[in-house]
């Protein structure tokens, strides 16, 4: 009786003293954030510019799309932001002035609700992804540490599961256990699961971005099918 209520006084204590997933979580995204420069150089920016170039390939390497855009993005007094690049001689836009989401080519504004509100999507997405690890900080993903693992690479990494809520795509992200840089992500959609790695960093003043990313294909066991994009940014301008 005696050694059960010891067993219990002891595993209580452990469990007191032991971090909660969301907890652990937090703190490996807050040595992440300072590795890349740090929280408050990022929440001083009025805005950012760069060049984004990216390569869609099919399932048999053959090259689907190849775009090279210029991305801009205001962060006060509102954030607002346009994507703006050139396609078969034609010019494409889309921008966000804070209330409203416009799609232009060439000439014309084009005015599908469904079309404008798939490409808000696509330009949401951009930002989010050039914003990590600090956008990771944002209300509305709950953050869940799932320990080390090792990504088909051979990299060992601490995970982070970013748990968005039901019926919603689930997210994984990668961090060097060492230097704490955020070296990939995994996402997991309905039709398929997607594993990006960041190959390089792009520096700009004192904080880190992303340089080069590869996005593949994977199985639900991690298992690369194949290479489904290349992403390289370039150029960053920032605005203090």
Known sequence: MKNALLFLVILFAWTACTPSPEKQALALLDKSIIAHGGKERWENLK???FQKWTRMLDAEGNVESELDQSHEFRFSPRFEGIISWTKDSISHSMSWDGAVFRYQMGENELLNADFLASKKKDFDAAFYTVAQPWKLLDKGGKLIYEGKKTLEKGKEVETIRVDYGP??????????????????NEVKLKDHRSLVYNLSTEPADKLLFHGTRESWRVDESGKRLFLRAEYRYSNFQLVH
């Open 47 to 49: 805005g950012i510019k």
């Open 167 to 184: 019926d919603t795509d689930i997210w994984w992200y990668y961090f060097d256990p060492t230097t704490y840089l955020m070296v990939g």
